[in-house]
């Protein structure tokens, strides 16, 4: 994984709002919709829209469409890569 990568998830992981959704997303182990984010948030569409784009450009989350309806799952793989890269620079 790139520093560049890395920096963009670090940024992404430091706002609470998007922990609050990778944790609501995580405890569901399914797909999370729009409407469950802002049932867990207390925010409207807008700034639910501005965390989304967030952990959709650092990668943590995977969206889908159908139809109308947009749903986000979590993106385990890189969560993986993130915490493996973590580890190889403590071991440094």
């Given at each position: 994984?790139?520093?560049?990568?890395?920096?963009k998830i670090s940024k992404a992981l430091g706002d609470i709002?998007?922990?609050?959704?990778?944790?609501?997303?995580?405890?569901?182990?399914?797909?999370?919709?729009?409407?469950?984010?802002?049932?867990?948030?207390?925010?409207?569409?807008?700034?639910?829209?501005?965390?989304?784009?967030?952990?959709?450009?650092?990668?943590?989350?995977?969206?889908?469409?159908?139809?109308?309806?947009?749903?986000?799952?979590?993106?385990?793989?890189?969560?993986?890569?993130?915490?493996?890269?973590?580890?190889?620079?403590?071991?440094?």
């Open positions: 994984m790139e520093l560049k990568q890395l920096e709002t998007r922990l609050k959704i990778l944790s609501g997303m995580a405890t569901c182990e399914g797909s999370f919709q729009c409407a469950d984010i802002k049932h867990i948030t207390q925010l409207a569409q807008p700034s639910v829209s501005h965390h989304l784009k967030t952990l959709i450009e650092a990668d943590l989350i995977e969206p889908e469409k159908e139809g109308r309806n947009h749903s986000y799952q979590l993106n385990k793989n890189v969560f993986n890569a993130y915490i493996a890269q973590l580890n190889e620079m403590v071991k440094m």
